[in-house]
């Protein structure tokens, strides 16, 4: 399988980890593009440190599933997720910005994420939004309405309790199912309603 990774400024950096090596533990070819805002939260989020070269943050992120990740500039127009003629299985952007919801929603597009996105959406193909914005104004969920009526799934960065988790790395785990699950790919990172 295909997929797509955009990564946008909103927080929600372990979800993004834990996606890309669920995707690569799933024999996915991935293509990973970060904005400027994304690869400052990850510097933040999960090295501690928002002064990082992109280069040093992307290198750490991508780790041992570098084999199965190819990485993208967010300007890189010659990528081929930013073609409906490429054969691309499904795009996930995780985190997703407001930002970013508004560009799509407005059908513009600014870099690499937004193309796949219009893509995807053009394509009627699979694209799966992860915003964790919260409160929401009137905007956000227009934009969010919007998008949802143009085929885009918008699954919320909120994991429930129903599985009894232990840890964070359990509620990392949950949402990164549900992402799974919407790509159609099989995996156990949870314990499912009504499993013994």
């Known amino acids: 399988m295909r997929v797509f990774l955009g990564v946008t400024g909103a927080s929600g950096a372990p979800y993004a980890e834990r996606l890309l090596r669920a995707l690569a533990d799933a024999g996915c070819e991935i293509g ?10 990850i510097a933040t989020e999960l090295y501690g440190d928002p002064s990082l070269a992109r280069e040093e943050v992307l290198e750490r992120f991508v780790g041992a599933s570098s084999a199965q990740v190819t990485v993208y500039d ?5 990528s081929p997720f930013a073609s409906g003629s490429a054969k691309v299985d499904g795009y996930v952007i995780c985190p997703c910005s407001m930002a970013t919801v508004g560009t799509l929603a407005s059908g513009a597009m600014q870099n690499l994420i937004h193309r796949a996105a219009s893509v995807a959406l053009k394509e009627r193909r699979t694209l799966v939004l992860v915003p964790r ?7 956000h969920l227009r934009g969010l309405a919007t998008l949802n009526e ?7 960065a909120a994991p429930g309790f129903y599985h009894a988790p232990t840890s964070i790395a359990d509620l990392v785990d949950f949402l990164v199912a549900r ?3 919407q790509l159609g790919l099989d995996n156990t990172l949870m314990k499912r ?4």
Request: proline share 3%; glycine share 8%; hydrophobic share 40%.
């Open 133 to 139: 914005e919260t409160p929401l104004s009137s905007i």
């Open 32 to 41: 990973l593009s970060a904005s400027r805002s994304g690869i400052e939260v």
């Open 179 to 181: 992402c799974l699950d």
């Open 74 to 78: 967010e300007n890189d127009f010659r």
């Open 150 to 156: 143009a085929g885009a799934v918008i699954l919320f």
């Open 193 to 196: 309603w009504g499993d013994s």
